[in-house]
């Protein structure tokens, strides 16, 4: 028999959810309970599990596509052996009389009541009978054993992280269904052999082989020269110091998966979290223009455009390619306009002017998995943005109807270094709010450029 596995409900307020990765495919057998597909909302993202026990027959809802609550994500064949993940009730199977055992008394087994009170007014009120009096250390009958077997999500997870193989737990619970109770018996009481045994079966550490250089002297090169004097001469004359705050960009990675399959057909790349930043920073430069200016002797300067460097890491070096007017762009240009930049930029492809003019810097220190750094500001210009690593974490998320959760969201922190001789604290901390509620609001649809 056929069961359909259809997208529950996640949330109050939540009505559709985004498939971003299969983790079974057509033809793999799963087990009830065991994760079949990862799913977004708005909300949260999370692993559902398969209610059957099977084979899966059809995948009818693909990655990146969104559907409605309810519907039918895919087809399992070969249900039966198992009962579904939220039946409680145990099925009974008939046995020739002569295959039963003698009933027991009924305080050999406290759970005898509960099991037996449904069954009494079936003629063979003593097959069933004996079903939930048999012992744990016994043999159970076909009558509790997808009961029995039947392990929730939090009690399968503690026995994983505890190291415990369920198959040697013995269940206190109705129909001799495994509790979180068992779990930490058994974990107590194996403690030391399974720490043991975990550290026997762990692999040897492996060093990481050892670079050329070591122990080696080399002269350095004109652009490490350059970056030297550049960095010493940026913190000797200016006054600098960073402000961070922490952005919610779940809104955003939504978007990403929606819009992927036509944004890669429009311009052949992925489209990534950068041009989002790059973006947003660029049209608040507009609005905060001492973020977007020079000091020029007693004089400020304040450019008419924003021209956005980012920093690119070269085997030679950091540079730092110009995207000019950024706040006349939109994403799909920014995004075409980094990549050919930065692969020009690897090949020493540039064009000289191409590395000048720029009045505002963006670097994504995240690139390389750091939460965030201290950027130095690059001379003339007085800011730089950093734009942490994008990592999903629990956070406060508050609902329609003003009240309060926590959920799992994809969180950045971004890092805004400047001059203090001509930005102070309170107008860096100005930008980074306009930077920081333009990506939370995620109204990108009319800059997509598709």
Do not use: C
């Not at 009690?155 to 190291?163: F, P, T």
């Amino acid at each position: 028999m056929s069961e359909s596995v259809v997208l529950p409900a996640l949330g109050e307020s939540v009505t559709e959810g985004t498939v971003t990765r299969w983790l079974k495919k057509i033809g793999d057998t799963v087990a009830v309970d065991e994760p079949l597909v990862e799913v977004s909302t708005d909300k949260v993202d999370t692993e559902i599990p398969s209610p059957f026990a099977g084979v899966i027959e059809q995948i009818l809802v693909q990655e990146d596509e969104t559907v409605q609550v309810g519907a039918v994500l895919a087809i399992i064949g070969g249900v039966g052996s198992s009962a579904p993940i939220a039946s409680e009730t145990p099925t009974i199977t008939e046995q020739p009389a002569a295959a039963q055992p003698e009933p027991l008394p009924v305080q050999v087994a406290p759970a005898a009541p509960v099991v037996a009170a449904p069954v009494a007014p079936v003629a063979t009120a003593p097959v069933a009978a004996a079903a939930p009096v048999v012992s744990p250390a016994s043999s159970q009958p076909t009558s509790t054993a997808s009961d029995a077997n039947y392990v929730t999500p939090l009690v399968r997870k503690l026995a994983n992280e505890s190291r415990i193989d369920l198959s040697s737990v013995a269940g206190s619970g109705v129909g001799g269904r495994i509790r979180k109770e068992d779990v930490l018996a058994a974990t107590t009481s194996t403690a030391p052999a399974q720490t043991y045994v975990a550290a026997t079966n762990v692999a040897p550490h492996s060093p990481a082989v050892a670079s050329s250089l070591r122990g080696t002297t080399e002269p350095m090169t004109r652009l490490r020269k350059v970056l030297a004097e550049r960095a010493v001469a940026s913190m000797v004359s200016t006054a600098q110091l960073t402000t961070v705050v922490e952005v919610d960009v779940t809104a955003i990675a939504s978007l990403r998966q929606q819009v992927q399959s036509a944004f890669v057909a429009k311009t052949g790349g992925k489209l990534n979290f950068m041009p989002f930043f790059a973006l947003a920073a660029a049209e608040a430069l507009r609005v905060h223009p001492k973020l977007n200016a020079t000091i020029d002797g007693e004089n400020i300067v304040y450019h008419p455009t924003e021209n956005i460097s980012f920093a690119v890491d070269t085997e030679k070096g950091l540079l730092t390619p110009v995207i000019r007017d950024a706040s006349t762009l939109n994403l799909a240009q920014i995004a075409t306009q980094i990549a050919d930049l930065a692969a020009r930029t690897r090949n020493n492809q540039l064009k000289p002017d191409e590395l000048g003019g720029g009045t505002f810097t963006l670097t994504n220190t995240g690139s390389r998995g750091a939460l965030f750094d201290t950027p130095v500001v690059f001379l003339p210009q007085v800011a730089i943005l950093g734009t942490g690593i994008v990592t999903k974490r629990p956070a406060v998320v508050k609902t329609a109807d003003g009240s309060e959760s926590i959920a799992i969201r994809s969180m950045v922190y971004l890092a805004l270094s400047y001059d203090h001789r001509l930005v102070d604290g309170a107008d860096a901390s100005r930008f980074l709010v306009d930077v920081k509620q333009r990506l939370e609001e995620a109204n990108f649809s009319s800059n997509l450029g598709l």
